[in-house]
């Protein structure tokens, strides 16, 4: 779990009204993510089920994306989050997200497109906000945002409405806000690596003179 992805949840709690039972799939606490990881915190009084492919810390049940175990039109908000890109057929689970989401239900998702290949398992797919846009389409209606630079962003988000869309000036404000925040935030850390490749250089520059010398 990153954190401008729990930022982004924030802001889906916050601006939206998101009916339970809340369902997680991808849940899994990899090392080192334990408890930060944990969303249910930003679901007060909610019914809070943490899924994914395997047990371990966060997960509550083990159902399959591809095929999930639950009647048809029962679960209020789905979050699938930086979990697409492990998910071997996305169209299919997003098609299985849907059917199982109530009819005035939301799907929130999101996942990477600048990242190197990060096995959680498996590591399949990369998305554009294009392709976020396409792979929501079962659902009435949809809002697909990104973290980033425009021409190359690291992250992409949305939102699935199975049912008439909200009123979103209040969400789409605050997107806004969040985009700036971490597009800031995208820029330090590439600043901050680019200074320490840039002094591991130097030094090294300076240690092949003296050995010269």
Not at 40 to 65: H, I, N, S, T
Not at 89 to 102: D, K, L, N
Request: hydrophobic share 40%; aromatic share 10%.
């Amino acid at each position: 779990m990153r954190e401008l992805i729990r930022d982004f949840v924030r802001i889906c709690t916050e601006t939206l009204s998101l009916e339970g039972p809340i369902y997680e799939f991808g849940s899994f606490q990899v090392p080192g993510q334990e408890g930060f990881a944990d969303l249910r915190a930003l679901f007060p009084g909610k019914q809070y089920v943490g899924a994914d492919m395997r047990e371990g810390p966060g997960v509550d049940m083990v159902l399959d994306l591809h095929d999930i175990a639950l009647l048809a039109n029962s679960v209020g908000t789905v979050l699938v989050m930086d979990t697409l890109e492990h998910v071997a057929f996305p169209h299919r689970a997003i098609e299985e997200v849907h059917r199982i989401t109530q009819p005035d239900g939301m799907a929130i998702i999101s996942s990477v497109m600048k990242m190197g290949i990060h096995a959680y398992p498996n590591d399949y797919w990369r998305f554009t906000p294009e392709g976020f846009k396409v792979l929501l389409r079962p659902f009435a209606d949809s809002l697909v945002s990104y973290a980033g630079t425009q021409r190359f962003p690291h992250t992409v988000v949305g939102i699935g409405f199975k049912g008439h869309p909200p009123e979103m000036e209040t969400l789409t404000t605050a997107l806004a806000k969040w985009q700036a925040r971490w597009l800031v935030a995208h820029r330090e850390s590439v600043l901050r690596k680019w200074t320490r490749k840039l002094k591991k250089s130097s030094r090294k520059r300076w240690d092949a003179f003296v050995h010269r010398t």
